[in-house]
């Protein structure tokens, strides 16, 4: 936005260049402002795909939060698949860099840097509190490395692609691995509730938000995959809510 342009409109103008800016293309800047229309129906829906994309990014940016929390205060990764949380980490990380390379608007992915660095804070804990430091400062790098020489942009359009298409897969393993453990003891262990659910509602919202602003069948699909697998997750806190932590030193009450 040109500073000058904006310091000498007032509100309204203000308010109008930054919708064009950040929200709506110029037709629909068109409609609202200049012909007071509110009710065109694909311009409504740009609006509401806009509005829940930057919900999600700033809900993003805290709905692991709970989950940290409870592995803070708990002081252990009880009931956590490190196997599930790994391929969570690839498939974000896959997300972030497909969409940066296509240019995607910031409000279709950007939850994805968010629950990136939250996975990877919720993997290096659950590693700290098994006594696998070594392995947690290990993690660290690898990860760090990998993510930077996928953004370097050296690394083949048609890998990327590749990447996308196996992400969908990877989701699905990385949620199955986490149901199935849920199962086997019977409990949900250390996961939140709160994040959990909020995970799912996040993935729902963005089968919606990636139809209206990327079209990207691959991006779709994983999403819709993501929202089936949460879904089974909140059936599962639901029904093990009152059962107890299964740990080594047995079973312990499970903190919610």
């Excluded at 007032?10 to 068109?30: F, N, S």
């Excluded at 942009?153 to 990327?160: D, S």
């Excluded at 691995?177 to 959990?196: C, D, F, M, P, Y």
């Amino acid at each position: 936005m040109d500073p000058k342009a904006a310091s000498s409109g007032g509100p309204v103008q203000l308010a109008r260049q930054y919708v064009r800016d950040y929200l709506l293309p110029e037709r629909c800047v068109e409609e609202f402002f200049d012909k007071l229309n509110f009710l065109d129906v694909d311009c409504l829906k740009i609006l509401i795909s806009k509005g829940l994309g930057y919900g999600i990014v700033v809900g993003s940016s805290v709905v692991k939060v709970p989950q940290i929390m409870k592995l803070l205060g708990s002081k252990s990764g009880a009931g956590i698949s490190l196997t599930s949380v790994f391929l969570e980490m690839f498939a974000l990380t896959t997300t972030l860099v497909y969409s940066v390379h296509y240019q995607f608007p910031f409000s279709a992915w950007g939850e994805s840097l968010f629950l990136m660095l939250e996975t990877a804070l919720i993997a290096i804990l659950v590693l700290l509190y098994r006594g696998k430091s070594a392995a947690a400062l290990i993690y660290t790098v690898i990860q760090i490395s990998i993510t930077a020489l996928l953004l370097s942009g050296l690394v083949p359009e048609k890998l990327l692609k590749v990447m996308q298409s196996f992400q969908i897969v990877l989701v699905l393993m990385s949620k199955l691995l986490q149901i199935v453990e849920n199962q086997k003891n019977k409990s949900t262990g250390q996961l939140s509730a709160v994040t959990v659910f909020l995970l799912f509602a996040g993935s729902v919202a963005r089968v919606f938000t990636s139809i209206q602003e990327t079209g990207d069948v691959l991006v779709i699909l994983s999403y819709i995959v993501s929202s089936l697998a949460n879904a089974v997750l909140c059936g599962q806190i639901v029904y093990f809510w009152n059962a107890p932590v299964k740990t080594k030193r047995g079973y312990q009450k499970k903190t919610q």
